[in-house]
């Protein structure tokens, strides 16, 4: 399967979305093996002063991480069990805090990202992120197109599970992450 990544972008933030292959070199108990799925990282966005005319592109640069969802299932496991699914309420700058289990999270993850992404607010004080980090068009921004990232989601969900479950090509070995861009 060729990696793909899906950029959602506002003012000052942006949410990515890309499949990810991952095997945890240090697993909790019962977390052992391959793990596959989608994560979904909110980010900041810093736009840059045009580098030529008034036409020239605008140099855009996604930045740090904010909150991070992965909704993974174990690779041996059942296709639809979320088994694996999880987020990370903070980041320590680029790395992420421990993995939270939420059982609504589990049960119907869509509905869950969904309701999250349409409360960035919320998102951002559970995150410990302050809400100057953002503008009024980032929240108005990301809850009119909440409906339109969970269905590529979706999309890229469906089509994860009907490739094979195999390693993808570069996962040399056990302790290798092969996220195509996050």
């Known amino acids: 399967m060729v990696p793909v990544l899906y950029l959602f972008g506002f003012e000052r933030i942006g949410v990515a979305v890309s499949d990810i292959y991952f095997v945890d070199p ?3 108990p019962g977390q052992e093996g391959a793990e596959r799925g989608v994560r979904l990282e ?9 580098k030529g005319s008034i036409y020239s592109a605008r140099p855009i640069t996604v930045e740090r991480p904010l909150w991070r969802v ?7 496991g059942t296709p639809g069990s979320f088994d694996r699914t999880h987020h990370h309420p903070g ?3 680029w790395e992420p805090g421990r993995r939270t289990f939420d059982e609504r999270l589990s049960k119907d993850p869509l509905a869950w990202l969904g309701e999250r992404l349409a409360d960035l607010e919320g998102v951002l004080d559970e995150a410990g992120v302050g809400r100057e980090e953002v503008t ?4 108005s921004g990301l809850r009119e197109r909440a409906p339109e990232i969970v269905e590529t989601v979706s999309r890229l969900l469906e089509r994860i599970r009907a490739t094979d479950p195999a390693p993808p090509a570069g996962a040399e070995s056990a302790d290798s992450v092969r996220a195509s861009w996050l």
């Open 91 to 93: 980041m320590r700058g």
């Open 42 to 50: 909110l980010r900041k966005l810093e736009q840059s002063d045009l």
């Open 70 to 76: 992965d909704l993974l299932e174990s690779v041996e």
């Open 26 to 28: 240090a697993p909790m």
């Open 136 to 139: 009024q068009e980032d929240v």
